[in-house]
């Protein structure tokens, strides 16, 4: 159709006979990000499994921190963040001077794309990669690379093999998001090795926190002495401030001096600046949350597996999240909507080539048996 690309206000001009600005090409390529439901669609609120969100809620000391400021409504932020900045640098042994902080880490992968791509420019993702990067690319005019997956996972050889004299950016989730794989640290150090110099790798390191130490992929000490390293972070995920939009990155001084030159000013809210310290300094809520997911994902693969006579297959995870393949005579839009109807709502992402898979964040205990629950439901296995 030849209105595809156009938004509902788009076509409603059209049809008026409106003229106005064009939109450069490649912007009216992007396909708009969908986030998760929050409501079913018949309008009932249930269990919310479809945006990763922390199903312990938030630090009681952030939450603390975040009520302490609501006498400073008027009040701009510190454009600098040098507050948060020092916290992150004291927890991460890192120089506060290479931080850089932006509304989510998806402001940040954005900042990354419009400072080091542009027309002509190539950046490489994997499939089944994070949506944003696509968006991002289309919208410095870059041309996105998508690399063949090995089995929903991260191919260094791949990724390498399709690096030509365009590239710009490689963008890599480690875990990755919609899938949930994980790349480990001697194939995350054969990647960069193998990039030119001029190549910026970029690891998304959303879920990071949901590692356990020995799980480290080693990005940030890439990061520390590497001239073409970036890792990007966010509070929206363990730390459950997804509300406040607070991410951060850290690379090189000259990557971080070219970033800056095209953030926005300020980025989130002189509360959600204290929530985010008093956040990071709750290690305890960070472990327990950690601790919690890594019990119920295992529970949950577990549970999957003993579905797998009705074709359901969990992709191995480290993320707070388990990607469910169907394989069987049950698709997953069917699973989809019974779910719904049930009172779970998971991701669905065809858009993503994803039609035969459910995206299930690890919720409550109650949520999580209750989500296996209605699964044997829908596939008629026994219990």
Known sequence: MADAGLTDIGRASKAQGMTGPTPKPWIMDIAPYIPGKSKTDDG???AKLSSNENPLGT?????????????DLERYPDAGATA??????????????????????????????????????????????????????????????????????????AVLAHVTDKTRVVFIANPN??????????????LHAGLPSHVLL????????????????GGLELAKTASNVLVTRTFSKIYGLASERVGWGYASAAIIDAMHRIRAPFSFSIAAHAAAIAAV?????????????????????????????????????????????FEGAISAETAYHG?????????????????????????????????????RDITGADA
């Not at 970029?202 to 992929?217: C, F, G, K, R, S």
């Open 339 to 375: 779910l719904m109807d049930r009172g779970y709502i998971v991701r669905w992402l065809p858009g993503q080539g994803l039609g035969h898979g459910l995206r299930i964040t690890i919720g409550t205990e109650a949520e999580t048996r209750g989500v296996i629950a209605a699964l």
């Open 202 to 217: 970029v690891l998304d390191h959303a879920y990071a926190e949901y590692l356990t130490p020995e799980e480290d992929d």
């Open 84 to 157: 948060l900045r020092e916290a992150l640098a004291a927890a991460h042994g890192l120089d506060p001077a290479r931080i850089i902080y932006g509304t989510g880490s998806d402001e940040v992968l954005h900042l990354a794309a419009g400072a080091f791509a542009g027309s002509g420019d190539e950046i490489i993702f994997m499939n089944y990669g994070f949506a944003v990067y696509e968006i991002a690319a289309r919208r410095v005019g870059a041309t996105p690379v998508i690399v063949p997956d090995a089995d929903y996972a991260t191919d260094v050889d």
């Open 177 to 190: 998001n919609p899938t949930g794989t994980y790349c480990a640290r001697a194939e995350i150090a054969r």
């Open 44 to 46: 009932r609120v249930v």
């Open 59 to 71: 630090s009681d000391q952030a939450r603390a921190a975040f009520l302490s400021h609501a006498g």
């Open 281 to 325: 300094a709750d290690t305890q809520f960070v472990a327990q949350s950690r601790d919690h997911n890594i019990h119920w994902r295992a529970w949950f693969a577990a549970e999957i597996a003993k579905l797998g006579n009705a074709g359901l297959r969990a992709i191995p995870s480290k993320a707070n999240f388990q990607l469910v393949i």
